[in-house]
């Protein structure tokens, strides 16, 4: 268990280093499509790189802190604990987030960030994956008897020591958005690439 723990605890700081240092490419190159109308170049051709390198090296890490992470405790004491179990699924929101980035980055290819809406739904993903893994940290620290402090800011948003249930027009919301996005990106895009 002390091994697991060690390990978790390198896994977290990799990956958060890595998620967040993809996070930032992002935000340069969706600032370029959306604003500077600079589509090519060396600098653009640099965060592409930081952004998948960091993305890709990232996720391979969250999988790894995840499986970490269930070695810490037994699981009865996950199944028995709603702090955790909210852990858990702020984790696999990370995983869900930054698996869609990459899907849309690869599908898509170094062009993505010559469209403005491409590059902005990369952008929402980013954040999107960017803040859960601040949420499951912060949740990991209190867990570990560490709090930062940002636990305490999300619980005015989301009460994380509880079980909390999304309210149903949400649910449809999440539902539509993620039959829109695959959608979106395989068949819209494809469409304006070859134009
Ligand atoms: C989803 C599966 C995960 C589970 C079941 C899990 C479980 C745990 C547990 C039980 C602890 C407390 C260990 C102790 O007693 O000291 C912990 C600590 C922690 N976790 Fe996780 N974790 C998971 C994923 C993650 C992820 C994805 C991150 C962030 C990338 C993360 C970040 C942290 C941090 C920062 C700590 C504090 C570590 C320390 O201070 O040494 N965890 N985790």
Redesign the pocket.
């Known amino acids: 268990m002390e091994t697991a723990?060690a390990l978790?605890?390198i896994t977290?700081e990799m990956?958060?280093g890595m998620l967040v240092l993809s996070t930032l490419a992002i935000l340069v190159l969706t600032w370029q499509a959306c604003f500077s109308g600079e589509t090519t170049g060396k600098y653009r051709e640099a965060f592409d790189g930081i952004a998948l390198f960091g993305a890709l090296i990232g996720t391979v890490l969250?999988i790894l802190?995840?499986v970490t992470?269930?070695r810490?405790?037994p699981i009865e004491a996950?199944m028995s604990g709603t702090i955790?179990k909210n852990?858990?699924f702020a984790?696999?929101m990370?995983l869900a987030f930054w698996g869609a980035f990459l899907a849309v980055r690869l599908s898509a290819g170094k062009p993505l960030w010559n469209r403005k809406g491409l590059s902005l739904l990369s952008m929402f993903l980013a954040l999107g994956g960017f803040l859960s893994?601040v949420f499951?940290?912060s949740i990991?620290?209190t867990?570990?008897?560490?709090p930062s402090g940002f636990e305490e800011v999300a619980r005015v948003f989301v009460e994380t020591r509880e079980t909390f249930v999304l309210p149903l027009g949400l649910n449809i919301l999440l539902i539509v958005i993620a039959v829109a996005a695959p959608v979106f990106v395989f068949f819209w895009s494809d469409k304006r690439s070859k134009r």
């Open positions: 723990k978790h605890t977290v990956t958060t969250l802190a995840i992470g269930y810490q405790w996950f955790a852990k858990i984790g696999y990370a893994i499951t940290a990991g620290g867990l570990a008897g560490k």
